[in-house]
């Protein structure tokens, strides 16, 4: 597999991710190994995944317009509101 294909793999887990609510037990585990893993893909081919992920969104989000920059995040990753809100936010 070329980098490219490695960086989509760490998306599409990333957007998987996502959508599981992160719980206790036996799945909170499971979890932060996927999460482990993408971590070390994105780290073994230095890829800076918060800085170039989403092109887009930072700059809406900086100007101001909260709003669009969810909307961007939101089709750009297929996140539901709430994640899409969470991550605007924390920008």
């Given at each position: 597999m070329d980098t490219?294909?490695?960086?989509?793999?760490?998306i599409a887990i990333l957007v998987i991710l996502m959508g599981i609510d992160k719980g206790t037990g036996q799945?909170?585990?499971?979890l932060k190994q996927l999460e482990s893993k993408v971590d070390a893909l994105l780290k073994?081919?230095?890829?800076?995944f918060d800085a170039d992920a989403f092109p887009g969104v930072r700059?809406?989000?900086?100007?101001?317009?909260?709003?669009e920059a969810i909307k961007k995040y939101r089709?750009?990753?297929?996140?539901?509101?709430k994640d899409a809100k969470d991550y605007v936010e924390q920008l």
């Open positions: 490219n294909s490695y960086f989509l793999f760490g799945q909170g585990l499971r073994k081919f230095e890829i800076d700059e809406l989000a900086m100007d101001g317009k909260k709003i089709e750009i990753t297929g996140a539901g509101l």
